[in-house]
């Protein structure tokens, strides 16, 4: 009810202090603005400990610093920007802060590239083969598997590097192709977000050759979740196979899965889709957290065509949670823009990116009245060639007037980016700057607990060993 009542609550204070249209401000009421102002950002009634405020100044110390640069970071692509962030202090305390949980991460862009390259790709039995567009596929055979359309013959890897004397470059070049990261210009690189998606959607193909191997699958999740948990996420939702992981990190506290279909499907196999997802979730309830449409919005069908699929559910009585990418586009007054509106009318949990919410006021109010977070990644969506500069993010606004939001990484892999930590270092610097403390840090990382699709005693366990741990970060920082 907090959420609900503060827009009231604001606009009554500002009504008093304004009603009397004085022609000399008041510098008392002046100062009454200003910390109004600032206690509607998010982290903005967070209470801070003794110990808390210690480490508060060394980081708004930090902070100044940071702004008075003449390459200010979150103002360059992140592909130049990246050098820059993982040299300042900063990031290095982001990097050992307890981040709570990545809400937003897709399961074949988790796992850094390289791993893929210099661990799967040396597995026997894996096949190579060009696309005549340049970008790769994979696949594992006893022998040559049938061949593609429009892909060279199938090469053995096992055969190509035993010929070689260097096998340096192949494998440099085989991590260029499963990652939009590259030392060119980007904006030069990727002219159009036509051909940054194509790019992107073609390493997805590449990476899923290797990964949907039954053999490297469990290895494969194993290492996104072990890359999570270096980075300090304690827990994640994304396909995963979790045993092994937790037995060895007590403090892990695991991973759920939200069940995904490329939205570029009939709506009529949707339905089975959506049949199955309510399977799942009746079959492994502990697992499984909800359904999702994924892929480029702005050339996948909108959420409205799929509207009787996705009221099956409800019309059955059946709780099937959504977590709907809505809002991923600047592609205003299409049949796509609509699609935060219809994530709302859907009872989505949280919206994925809702980058197009400040074009949508009714959408962004029911966001905002429902407690139905955004869930906001700000490399991903920089890359993707939505916004230049993350001081212009929608999410800097959201920041201030305290909307309910968690930070998150998409793609991590195919950005060359941490699991957590840089797009941490861009919601924290870019989105308010000095506006930020270590209050705004505390509420993002509880968000992602309080957001997430655990069960309320589960969030209560998983909101009291983050406690834990974040007091221990604070007095190991200050």
């Given at each position: 009810m907090e959420?609900?009542?503060?827009?009231v609550?604001v606009?009554?204070?500002?009504s008093?202090?304004l009603a009397?249209?004085?022609s000399i401000p008041d510098p008392?009421?002046?100062?009454?603005?200003i910390k109004?102002?600032a206690s509607?950002?998010?982290?903005g009634?967070?209470?801070l400990s003794?110990?808390?405020?210690?480490?508060d100044?060394?980081?708004?110390k930090l902070?100044?610093?940071?702004v008075?640069k003449e390459?200010?970071?979150?103002a360059l692509?992140?592909?130049?920007a990246r050098?820059?962030?993982?040299?300042?202090?900063i990031?290095?305390?982001?990097q050992k802060?307890?981040k709570?949980?990545?809400?937003?991460?897709?399961?074949f862009?988790?796992v850094d590239?390289?791993?893929?390259v210099?661990?799967?790709t040396?597995?026997?039995?894996c096949?190579m083969?060009?696309t005549?567009?340049?970008?790769?596929?994979?696949?594992?055979?006893s022998?040559?598997p049938?061949?593609?359309?429009?892909?060279?013959p199938?090469t053995?890897?096992?055969?190509?590097r035993a010929k070689?004397?260097?096998?340096?470059?192949?494998d440099?070049?085989l991590?260029s192709n499963?990652?939009?990261w590259?030392?060119e210009?980007?904006?030069?690189?990727?002219p159009s977000?036509?051909?940054?998606?194509?790019?992107f959607?073609q390493?997805f193909?590449?990476t899923?050759?290797l990964?949907s191997y039954?053999?490297?699958?469990?290895?494969?999740?194993h290492?996104?979740l072990?890359?999570?948990y270096?980075?300090?996420?304690?827990?994640?939702?994304?396909r995963?196979?979790?045993?092994?992981?937790?037995?060895?990190?007590p403090d892990?506290f695991?991973?759920?899965i939200?069940?995904t279909?490329h939205?570029?499907?009939n709506?009529s196999?949707l339905?089975?889709v959506?049949k199955?997802?309510m399977k799942?979730q009746?079959d492994?309830?502990?697992?499984?957290?909800g359904?999702?449409?994924?892929g480029?919005e702005?050339?996948?069908w909108?959420?409205w065509?799929?509207?009787?699929a996705?009221s099956?559910p409800?019309?059955?009585?059946?709780?099937?949670p959504?977590f709907f990418?809505?809002?991923?586009t600047d592609q205003e007054?299409?049949?796509?823009d609509q699609?935060?509106?219809?994530a709302l009318?859907?009872n989505?949990s949280?919206?994925?990116?809702g980058?197009a919410v400040?074009r949508?006021?009714?959408a962004?109010?029911?966001?905002r009245?429902?407690?139905?977070?955004?869930?906001?990644c700000?490399?991903?969506n920089q890359v993707?060639?939505?916004?230049?500069?993350?001081?212009?993010h929608?999410?800097?606004?959201l920041?201030?007037?305290g909307?309910p939001l968690?930070?998150?990484?998409d793609?991590?892999?195919?950005?060359?980016?941490?699991?957590?930590?840089d797009?941490f270092?861009?919601a924290f610097v870019?989105?308010?700057?000095?506006?930020n403390?270590l209050?705004?840090l505390?509420e993002?990382a509880?968000n992602?607990i309080?957001?997430?699709?655990?069960?309320?005693n589960l969030?209560e366990k998983?909101m009291?060993l983050?406690?834990?741990?974040?007091n221990?970060?604070?007095?190991e920082?200050l």
């Amino acid at each position: 009810m907090e959420v609900q009542r503060r827009p009231v609550a604001v606009a009554c204070v500002l009504s008093c202090l304004l009603a009397l249209g004085m022609s000399i401000p008041d510098p008392g009421r002046r100062e009454e603005l200003i910390k109004l102002e600032a206690s509607m950002r998010v982290g903005g009634n967070v209470r801070l400990s003794p110990e808390e405020k210690l480490l508060d100044a060394r980081l708004s110390k930090l902070m100044q610093e940071e702004v008075a640069k003449e390459d200010f970071p979150p103002a360059l692509h992140f592909f130049k920007a990246r050098p820059l962030i993982r040299s300042s202090p900063i990031y290095s305390l982001l990097q050992k802060m307890p981040k709570g949980a990545a809400l937003h991460v897709h399961d074949f862009a988790m796992v850094d590239v390289e791993w893929l390259v210099r661990n799967v790709t040396y597995r026997p039995h894996c096949y190579m083969c060009y696309t005549d567009d340049g970008s790769l596929r994979f696949f594992f055979s006893s022998g040559p598997p049938k061949p593609l359309t429009q892909c060279s013959p199938w090469t053995l890897l096992e055969k190509l590097r035993a010929k070689m004397v260097n096998v340096t470059d192949l494998d440099n070049s085989l991590i260029s192709n499963m990652t939009l990261w590259t030392q060119e210009d980007p904006e030069e690189a990727y002219p159009s977000q036509d051909v940054v998606w194509k790019r992107f959607e073609q390493a997805f193909l590449a990476t899923l050759g290797l990964v949907s191997y039954a053999p490297v699958f469990k290895d494969y999740y194993h290492e996104g979740l072990s890359q999570f948990y270096r980075d300090n996420v304690m827990y994640v939702e994304v396909r995963a196979l979790l045993t092994q992981f937790v037995e060895e990190h007590p403090d892990f506290f695991g991973a759920r899965i939200i069940y995904t279909v490329h939205r570029g499907i009939n709506a009529s196999v949707l339905i089975l889709v959506v049949k199955e997802a309510m399977k799942l979730q009746v079959d492994f309830p502990e697992t499984m957290a909800g359904f999702d449409l994924v892929g480029r919005e702005d050339t996948g069908w909108p959420l409205w065509y799929f509207r009787e699929a996705l009221s099956l559910p409800a019309s059955q009585g059946f709780k099937l949670p959504y977590f709907f990418h809505a809002g991923e586009t600047d592609q205003e007054g299409t049949e796509v823009d609509q699609n935060m509106l219809d994530a709302l009318l859907f009872n989505t949990s949280r919206i994925g990116h809702g980058f197009a919410v400040l074009r949508h006021p009714v959408a962004k109010n029911l966001s905002r009245l429902n407690g139905v977070p955004l869930e906001v990644c700000p490399i991903s969506n920089q890359v993707l060639k939505l916004v230049t500069d993350l001081r212009n993010h929608p999410a800097a606004v959201l920041m201030s007037e305290g909307h309910p939001l968690v930070i998150s990484s998409d793609d991590p892999s195919m950005f060359g980016a941490s699991g957590l930590s840089d797009d941490f270092y861009e919601a924290f610097v870019g989105f308010g700057g000095p506006s930020n403390n270590l209050g705004s840090l505390k509420e993002l990382a509880m968000n992602s607990i309080r957001y997430s699709s655990l069960p309320p005693n589960l969030q209560e366990k998983a909101m009291a060993l983050w406690q834990t741990k974040w007091n221990t970060f604070v007095i190991e920082n200050l």
